[in-house]
Each structure stands twice: as C-alpha cells, then as structure tokens.
C-alpha cells in the first residue's frame, strides 16, 4: 500500500513539472501580507479567500494569469465581511488574464481624494475579468479599463463582467481628474449588469462625473439591469453636472483610442454595437444616457426618472432608442441620426408620483393606474426579460424597464438572475471548495495534496497514466527507484 502511495506522489511531482499543468488550491487567508503572498503566488484555478476581517493595504499587483476555464478567484469567504481598506493611488492593479473578484467589501482611506484613484486598474492582457457581487466605495474610479504597451505593442482588456455590486462615494470627490464609478476605456465585450451606482459627484475642475461610460473605441459593450441613482439626496441635483450612463463619455484623445493608437487619427467612434437595456436611472442633473460618437447603440426599455433624458450626439452616433419610459425627451444633437419610436417621453413628476410608491427612491411598486404603460411596448431583438430579471413574454409590452403585468418586484436593488454569468461559467459565489482550510490534508499523511478543489480533467487523465506506467515498470524492475524520502513531502 505505501509502495502505491509513493508511486501516487512520484507522479504528482513530474506531473507538477508539467508547464501550466499545476493543480488548483484554495489558499485562506488573515492577515494582509498573507493576502499578498496569495496574489504573488497565484496560479491558474486557484482561490483565494479572505477570512472575515480588515486588511489595510497600499495595493497589489495582480501579474499572474488564469485560463478561461481556470481563472485566479479573489473572494471573501463571507460576503462582505472582508474589508479592504486601501490608501492608494490604486488598489488591485491588474495586468493578468482571469482574474475574478467577488464579495468584497473594499473602501478608499486616501488623506487626499486624488491619492485614491481607482480601486480596480484593468489594463494591458488582463481580459476576462470579472467583479461581482461586491461593495467599493471612496475612489475617483472605483473601476478603470484601459489599453496598455506590452513589449511594444498595444494590448486591451475584453470580456469583462461587472455584476451585482454597489458602488458610492460617501461625499463629493474633492478632486479635478475624472470621476466615474465604472469606467472603462477601450476594451470588446464588457457587460455591466444588475449594478446599484449612486452618490457620485466630481467637487473640483469641470464637475462633470458619471454613474458608468464605456469609450476610446470599444466595441458590443453590454449595459443592462442597472440602478443608477445620481444622488439619493433629497431634493435630487444638488451639485455637479451628474451623467447616468454613456457610451462616450466625455471622449478620449487620439492616442488612446483603439485600434489605432495614434494621435493624428481622431477617435471618430468612442464605442460601437453598445446595448443599453432595462436600466433605471433617477435623479441627475443632466442627461439620464449619453450617447458621444456611439455607432450603432441600442437604447431599450430603460426607465428614467428626474433626469434631462437620452442625448445622441455627434455625426458617428447612430442606432436606436426603443421602449423608453422617461422624464425629458430623446434628442438627436450635432449630426447624430439616431431613431426613435414607441418612447413615453416628458413624463412629469406628478405622473411618475401617481404610479409609483417612490419613485425618487427607486421604489417602483405600483400605486397608481398604470394603463399608460400597459401593452404599448414592442419587442426589439434581445429585450427578452425586464429590470427585475423576468422573462418579458408574448407582444405586445410594457414600456420601461418593468414589466409590470408580471406584477411586483423589489426594485431598489437590482437583483441577479439565476442565469450563469456571461460565458456560461459556475457562479463564483457558491462554496465550490472554499469550505476546506488551505493544504487541507492529505490521505494517510503522503503530503501530496489530494484536497485540491479543481484538478482539470486533462491533469487527471495524465495523472492516471504516470501512476498505472510506474506500477507496470515497478512489476517489470523490481528495483525501481521511488522518491528518497520516505513520507513523499512536496514542499
């Protein structure tokens, strides 16, 4: 029996020796410097995971890269009891593939806002990353998204998720540099959904901030389910230029923008083939959805409530605004030749008051007569569920983001769906092995870690073939040699 063991483990170690073939682990972690060793430390599958507590940091860097199916997971064990609190200019700087974040609690601690920058720094090769189900307060941009220069040459982070978090400022970022809550610059692919984005306000320079924008020359960016509220103050506007969600922002210079990375090529098209759909913003002082240089944007059955309305601005912007309930108007500006139909426009305050409980505070059950809303709707191509996540059914609709012959829902936060996340993939926020202690043991003491949460199938069937080819040889060659040390430790 202990000569199998060893035999076991013997191919444990030349299978480790394999390149990008080591197993998966679930490393727990306490303390801060724990936490950083796990990151530097990272390898494709594993799962990092933060106990309950407070880890006081000046930021990581996160280099290592996951696989698509293998991605390096960052997660608290319970959600949101891990705080991080970051004084620094970032946070987690990621420049890895498939780094996944989920349930954290992480807060900005900067003396000076402009110390504080992102919380969240995705650039370069890092494309698959994902942050869910997480709580991040006190940045300029609790999120950024940008290209950078690998070797020589540009690189951008696409397919991105950004699912089912909330994310505020406590007070106005007393700060002149850009302030949005996700922004992503360049980048195919991104879809932020069933986000909650509220409180934000830029206190120094133009003032302008904004709730999400996706530009610099992205493309089939995905915004969908969100809450936007601007502020939460009442009354709503109280200071600052406050943008729902855009597809543009406020542009971006030539030399950033994607493809051509050029500065005597304009950045015509800030981002192409976006979908904006089932959306509920409330309370800016501005525009509800910005359109600048978006080609070909699909604005669907979002709900607007005390906000100027829908701008498509600019000749490259074109598409369409379909299904739209909302205070202010749809508007073409500078060229733009967006279409519009089936919209509820300049919808008062007293009307919004008369059907809903609170609309100021996202509480959208009904109180009121709703027929104005009822069955006005048509279908456009993939408006298939509501806000709520329900499946929107037979022609003809309702107008917004609700489908209210569905009846209720809770609406003053966006809930997840029980679809999987974008890519098919598991839902990071179950146990999925996280219940067992890092090295969680081995069988009868052989320190080869057979607890590993995920060994992928092409590592098991290899496994298998090392162990049955040396349990041949060794009935062939009696005197094969076996590893020197007798309890076969790894370490």
Known sequence: MMNKLRMMCGGLLLLGAVPGLALAKDVSVRTTSELAGAIVAATAGDVIILEDGTYDSTGFSCQ????????????ARNPLQAKVRMNALEGFKVSGANWHFEDLDVTGVCAVDSSCEHAFHVQGEASGFWLRRSRVTDFNAQLKVNSAQVAGVWKTPHKGLIEGNELFDTRARN?????????????????LRANYLHDFQKGGGDTVSYGAFLKSGGKRGVVERNLVVCTTKTPPHMGGVRIGLSFGGGGTAPQFCAPAFNAAVPCDVEHEDGVLRNNLIIGCSDVGIYLNRAKNTQVL????????????????????AAGNLLAGRIRNRDAATGVFAGNLENVTAQDFAG?????????LRKKGDLTALL???????????????????NLPIELGALEHSLGDCVTTRPPLSDAPPVGGGPDGGSAGGGQNPVDGGAAVGCGCDMTSRSAPWAQVVLLSLLVARLTRRRQRKPKLALPSNPDCLTT
């Open 175 to 191: 700060t002149s540099n850009p302030t949005t809550k996700l922004n992503i610059d360049t980048g195919d692919d991104w879809v």
């Open 375 to 393: 069955d006005k709707g048509t279908v456009p191509p993939g408006v298939s569920e509501d806000y709520c996540a329900r499946a929107r059914g």
């Open 301 to 320: 059955h979002n709900t607007l409530i005390a906000t100027l309305g829908v701008d498509f601005r600019f000749a490259t912007t074109s598409g369409q």
């Open 355 to 363: 059907w809903y409980v609170d609309p100021l505070g996202a509480d």
């Open 64 to 75: 290592a890269s996951g696989l698509e199916d293998q991605p390096i997971t960052v997660r």
